[in-house]
DNA sequence: TCAATATATTGACAATCTTCGATATATCGC
DNA sequence: GCGATATATCGAAGATTGTCAATATATTGA
């Protein structure tokens, strides 16, 4: 807080000798929450790649595919799809021994549309 | 690795018994490690909230301002500035006492098109 | 039922991230 | 130079995240 005199140049409509800024703060509190948790999901190498592969796959990728296509152990990949899973964004569907997933194209959707939405408000 | 039969519906172009996928995988691991780290960037309330408001006010708001605007303390405020800095979507002048932060359009411009390439190609 | 396989979960550990008090640095007005 | 203010940096503490070995659970085929 500066409470000496006025910036030289600034958006603020102030008391001189205060700085009380009345800018546009655009983003509420629970909207940079909610947006900060989406990207958060979708803000890890392994966890892009696997929608990635899903998206061009879906329905007909088991665990053991994934596994076989990333770098990390079964139960990392496991942990991830959780993650994506809790999160919306996949969802799996066990047949016989194995367990396959595929992208849930409205919750992608609607990542991309509050990203978007984010982007043409800054 | 399913060693058994072949899974039910698969994409697998398999040695029966052997699970060998030969499926697309979309994003080299270059790629989504790239992407992953300036979703990282962004994927915070506070540095979404910091972008919002530099967005919005570009070249006229000083860290005292930013710190009014938000729920953490000034170390935490320049913390995220500086994360932001590094990264390249914001910068900063020093006009005197104050330093004024704005975003740098054509890096989020670019965050904004690899993030559209990827919902693109997903 | 049993052995084999696929996937999930648990628990531990390391790494990274977040926050903030304390302090350093820079600038201003006097 | 000095005191006041703005911002950055340091360092510590706690929280969160990522990974994996070990283990549990579910399914299959025999």
Redesign the pocket.
Known sequence: ?????EPPTTAHTTIPGC?APVFDVGLTDGEAAQLAEKL?LL??P?RLRLLAILARNGGHV????L?AALP????????????LRDGGLIE?E?R?????YAVRREELAAVQAALAQFFARI
Chains 1, 2 share one sequence.
Not at 74 to 83: A, D, G
Not at 96 to 100: E, F, L, R, S
């Open positions: 807080m500066n409470t000496q005199s700085c958060s803000a890890h392994i088991c665990v053991c595919d596994e990390v152990k079964q139960p990392t990949v496991s942990h991830h799809l959780r993650l799996g066990r016989g021994q194995w367990i396959y």
